[in-house]
């Protein structure tokens, strides 16, 4: 059974930076892809970021240039690099992994930005 733990997060100011971290129970390199998705309250979940087995990444507007996504194969980890943070960023960042039509989230960690 896969399980992704999602650590960090927590409140920011605007224009502050956060990271927030995935582990893996498995080889990430197991997945097709890695990634990043948000809600934020009474809004659809969106993609904020992936990074597949090849290392190719993938930003949302609204995050280029701000956030960044990278990980650590040793450490079964990828992470999310989050600066510049605007109030909008606030929501629930979930981790998602995926391989062929499996997909596997973790919990969600909390991202607040006000002032």
């Known amino acids: 059974q896969v399980q992704l733990v999602e650590s960090g997060g927590g409140l920011s100011w605007p224009g502050g930076s956060l990271s927030i971290s995935c582990t893996s129970n498995?080889?990430?390199?197991?997945?097709?892809?890695m990634g990043w998705y948000r809600r934020a309250p009474g809004k659809e979940r969106e993609l904020v970021a992936d990074i597949n087995v090849g290392g190719v990444t993938n930003y949302a507007e609204s995050v280029r240039g701000r956030f960044t996504i990278d990980r650590d194969g040793p450490k079964k980890t990828i992470y999310l690099r989050m600066n510049s943070l605007k109030p909008e960023d606030t929501a629930m960042y979930y981790c998602?992994?995926?391989?062929?039509?499996?997909?596997?989230w973790g919990q969600g960690t909390q991202v607040t930005v006000q002032g």
């Open positions: 998602n992994a995926r391989v062929l039509s499996r997909s596997y």
């Open positions: 498995e080889n990430i390199f197991f997945f097709n892809t």
